[in-house]
């Protein structure tokens, strides 16, 4: 009733707002806004009745606020995009407002470098303003935005600001959300690091007793303890969400939580309770087949170890036929792996075969050791296994055609007799019958006839011999092809693995001192310091491997917009201005940067030429000792050159070409290699190729190098992409 008598107030004051100053029109404008935060029920009522009484900007951005309530995020970024351009707006708090919100609406809509440009001038109007009313709220979501891009160093630049303004304004549920944020990011390259920020976000929520939020922590830290098989603590986890989404009703948190409990007593070979476990899940999920392939999966996986495969492969075609309904490509590699090992172990070499390729085929994760070691073995196994069998009938044709040729002879020394007597009794009769130079004429036609008859037998014996030979040495060298290809998949393994475990070893090391009873925790900032460079290093190691597999595979897509110069060094200062403190030499080494900043344009892929910069400037830094590196651009004839020089040890000339190859690696003066997989030279020059230039070198041994590239420039033409 309240509501209805306000809303009636609202609609009799709305002609008569005309007839007061700016701040009842603004009052308005906040009124209205209120009764779409509560999502009163004449909402749209009020806002067609309001919109002949306020100024049209003010009307349109209650339109765009609407819309952004309702989750329609298009609409309401085209409206606030308009009504941003309009001059007659009613102040400047309102256009401070529409910058936050198309901050949203892009950061909603997955595009990050917009999102993060409107939010920015949001925090610019602040800070001239002297403002704090957003600013916690703009830095969160500008961390979330390089979160998504995968820019950790800015990601953590901004999340520490928005922290250190939550933590002022006492604002707990905001650093929880930036804990819970940093759990998810680091899950995938760091779990340990991942469950530390997830407990902190844990203990706030605790705190303020929200059980949602609670649970879907719990449900969160249970996965990666998964990841890191640390499968009983995982249970434990998962128990507790599981209890609150049944208590609530969420049936499909409910079903994710079952088949992740489920996968857990599966990998600790406690199949009965897995069974238990899916078969409520699978009541469950009636009406979500998507969700129900995860069960089916995982229930064909118990089968499997229980050691039921013709149950096991039932379940298997059955996940196969709802993946590939619902498009969930990423777990068709494990269905393939589940049926080659079922029917590995029912002797069926035909199907095994059959899915075992499919599984090649379909598998990118390079890093699924426990399936590709056994299914490797299972293949070599079966392998010379076909090889032999492929021996014994070629031995045993061989053998067959043998006997066949040894009966062709003997029939033919057959029809020789016969011939023979023939040409005998002829020859007799024709001696009688007629004269001498009629029978010689046909001794000659008949001799003849059998040696062309000699000639083809013997081209058959030729042939049949080389059928047989030629058989026998495909096999032969079919047989040495896979040798050799397992010899060149295990030294190429063998590099990567010991690459790997040099930042690896230091991780773990350095963790295991700070786990210690007596550690000294003096230490724990250095030694933390030490664990996250080398975990940086580690990742980037992942990433050039991925960049490598994605070049040679030719799926290196690129993105080509017009970007400004301004642009550009903007984004390469701010991604690279801490290098040097990376490689702990800032003390030796003066890092400068002097780009051209005139307001043309280059048309190419910004993430691409930022990837380009990273390889070349890490590439700078370590092979210098002391110093400088620098970056920076050159205009000559309507073309920019970027480049990155270095004082360090320089180049000879006979090892120029080499450096961009792949794989390659230099020794230090003291004859130990540097760290690394050897490929930044060559990613950085694939990828300058791909975006139609050519990396560059000007070096001498002991004077430094200079690395560059080429692109044409461009006036604007109206093709500013920088805020698309």
Do not use: W
Request: proline content about 1%; overall charge neutral; glycine content about 4%.
């Amino acid at each position: 009733m309240k509501s209805f008598l306000t809303n009636i107030l609202l609609i009799i004051i709305l002609p008569l707002s005309s007839l007061f100053a700016e701040n009842t029109n603004t009052n308005i404008v906040l009124n209205l806004k209120d009764k779409i935060d509560n999502k009163a029920d004449s909402t749209v009522f009020l806002l067609n009745n309001s919109k002949k009484h306020i100024k049209n900007s003010n009307f349109e951005y209650l339109l765009a606020y609407y819309h952004f309530k309702e989750k329609n995020y298009l609409k309401s970024k085209k409206i606030f995009l308009k009504i941003s351009k309009n001059t007659d707006i009613e102040n400047d708090s309102l256009l401070y407002d529409i910058f936050f919100y198309l901050g949203r609406c892009y950061y909603k809509l997955s595009e990050p470098d917009s999102s993060i440009a409107f939010f920015r001038k949001q925090l610019n109007f602040e800070k001239i303003n002297n403002l704090k009313t957003r600013t916690a709220d703009s830095y969160f979501f500008i961390g979330y935005n390089y979160q998504k891009i995968g820019n950790q160093d800015s990601l953590m630049l901004y999340y520490n600001k928005a922290g250190t303004l939550f933590r002022e304004k006492n604002d707990n549920t905001g650093i929880a959300k930036i804990q819970a944020n940093l759990g998810n990011f680091f899950r995938s390259f760091d779990p340990v690091t991942s469950i530390k920020h997830y407990i902190k976000a844990l203990e706030i929520y605790e705190k303020e007793n929200n059980k949602k939020n609670i649970a879907i922590i719990n449900q969160n830290i249970g996965t990666v303890f998964i990841d890191i098989e640390r499968y009983q603590l995982s249970i434990d986890h998962l128990k507790v969400s599981y209890k609150y989404f049944e208590e609530n009703a969420y049936t499909q948190y409910q079903i994710t939580c079952l088949n992740n409990i489920a996968y857990a007593y599966i990998n600790l070979k406690e199949y009965n309770k897995a069974k238990e476990t899916l078969n409520k899940s699978i009541s469950l999920n009636q009406d979500y087949e998507y969700e129900k392939t995860y069960s089916i999966l995982n229930l064909a996986a118990c089968e499997l170890g229980l050691k039921y495969y013709s149950n096991a492969i039932t379940k298997y075609l059955e996940a196969e036929s709802l993946a590939k309904k619902y498009k969930i490509d990423r777990i068709i590699p494990e269905i393939y792996s589940g049926l080659a090992k079922s029917y590995a172990h029912k002797n069926d070499l035909v199907k095994f075969e059959e899915y075992f390729f499919k599984y090649q085929e379909t598998n990118t994760d390079y890093f699924e050791k426990e399936n590709r070691k056994s299914l490797a073995e299972y293949e070599k196994s079966f392998e010379v296994k076909n090889l032999n069998h492929k021996l014994k009938i070629a031995q045993r044709d061989k053998k067959i055609k043998t006997q066949e040729i040894e009966q062709q002879n003997e029939n033919i020394k057959t029809h020789r007799i016969i011939i023979s007597l023939g040409i005998i009794t002829i020859f007799l009769l024709l001696l009688y019958l007629s004269s001498i130079y009629k029978s010689n004429k046909k001794q000659k036609i008949l001799n003849i006839s059998i040696q062309k008859r000699n000639a083809v037998i013997e081209n058959n014996n030729i042939e049949l011999e080389n059928i047989v030979e030629n058989r026998t040495k495909e096999l032969v060298i079919a047989k040495e092809k896979a040798e050799e290809s397992d010899i060149l998949k295990s030294a190429f393994l063998a590099n990567i693995s010991h690459e790997i475990r040099t930042p690896l070893n230091s991780i773990m090391g350095f963790s295991d001192l700070l786990t210690m009873d007596n550690f000294d925790h003096e230490n724990t900032s250095q030694y933390g310091e030490i664990i996250r460079k080398n975990g940086f290093e580690l990742l980037n190691m992942i990433n050039d491997i991925i960049d490598v597999s994605k070049i040679e595979a030719n799926s290196f897509p690129v993105n080509n917009k017009y970007i400004s110069l301004a642009k550009i060094s903007e984004i390469i200062e701010n991604d690279n201005y801490d290098k040097a403190k990376y490689f702990n030499k800032e003390d030796n080494i003066e890092f400068e940067s002097s780009f051209e900043n005139e307001s043309l344009y280059i048309y190419s892929d910004i993430n691409k030429i930022n990837i380009v910069f990273d390889k070349l400037i890490n590439n700078a830094f370590q092979f210098t000792e002391k110093g400088f590196v620098e970056i920076g651009s050159d205009i000559k004839n309507s073309k920019i050159t970027f480049y990155v020089k270095d004082s360090g040890n320089g180049i000879s000339e006979t090892r120029i070409n080499e450096i961009l190859q792949n794989f390659r690696k230099f020794n230090k003066k003291d004859n130990t290699q540097y760290r690394g997989l050897g490929v930044g030279l060559f990613i950085a020059n694939s990828i300058l190729i791909k975006l139609g230039s050519k990396l560059e070198i000007n070096s001498n041994k002991e004077n430094g190098s200079i690395f560059s590239f080429t692109f044409d420039l461009h006036l604007n033409n109206g093709h500013d992409s920088d805020n698309d």
